[in-house]
């Protein structure tokens, strides 16, 4: 059975400090990755997707950038951390690349920028 | 331009009591259609999907929801609710034409005892 694990479950940090958050998959090759940024109380951004290794697009500017270096891992991560950065982080895998692929969810990262 | 609408932004029902929850959705290719519910604090889970074929679909939980392109919809619906389907339920669009993918707002749903 495929997992997906996202860290840290929540994180607090101040304006201007760097961040980087991590998701793994497991017992998957080569997922499609993506990820999501909700606001409080708002709805999901996709932010980005990645199809395979090294490969990163970008839906949303929001000064964050994402990484892919091994197949099962898909990092966000910014140098600077904005007020507006606070939200809650979701990371997903599908199995396939399309349209009709069913999305996995992890189980996110809340992240409070004070 | 792609884009979701759920207006409702909360609906409350009674325990036993049938629910439907909107969805619109504009987009002017063949969309992809899923229904998502987000437990508090929690990932989200798919509760059924929508691309081709019989324009009702049936979901996990006794969830089902229907299509329709005329009225570029896709309503959420359940026989009778249960206290445990008290959650956030989101509608997504899925287009091909970008690999976009489009929520919407979300509609909080509270089930009365």
């Known amino acids: 059975a495929q997992t997906i694990h996202q860290w840290p479950v929540a994180e607090i940090k101040a304006v201007g400090s760097p961040l980087s958050l991590g998701c793994t998959i497991k017992?998957?090759?080569?997922?499609?990755l993506y990820w999501y940024w909700q606001a409080t109380g708002g709805t999901l951004q996709q932010l980005f997707y990645s199809i395979t290794v090294g490969q990163v697009e970008s839906v949303v500017q929001l000064n964050l950038s994402a990484s892919r270096p091994k197949d099962d891992q898909f990092i966000l991560s910014t140098e600077k951390l904005l007020l507006s950065h606070s939200g809650f982080y979701l990371c997903a895998w599908s199995r396939d690349w399309g349209n009709y692929a069913e999305q996995f969810f992890g189980p996110g990262t809340r992240l409070t920028v004070l | 331009a792609q884009s979701v609408t759920q207006p409702d932004a909360r609906v409350t029902v009674s325990e036993g009591a049938s629910l439907q929850l909107r969805c619109k959705y504009s987009?002017?290719?063949?969309?992809?259609l899923f229904w998502y519910v987000q437990y508090p604090r929690q990932g989200l889970q798919l509760l059924l999907k929508y691309y081709s074929g019989d324009p009702v679909v049936q979901g996990v939980n006794g969830f089902e929801a229907e299509f329709s392109k005329s009225n570029s919809s896709f309503h959420l619906r359940k026989a009778s609710v249960h206290w445990s389907d008290s959650a956030v339920y989101f509608c997504?669009?899925?287009?091909?034409?970008?690999?976009?993918?489009?929520f919407g707002d979300g509609t909080q749903l509270v089930v009365k005892p």
């Open positions: 987009y002017s290719g063949t969309p992809y």
């Open positions: 997504v669009l899925s287009a091909y034409s970008n690999n976009r993918i489009f």
């Open positions: 017992g998957k090759s080569s997922p499609n």
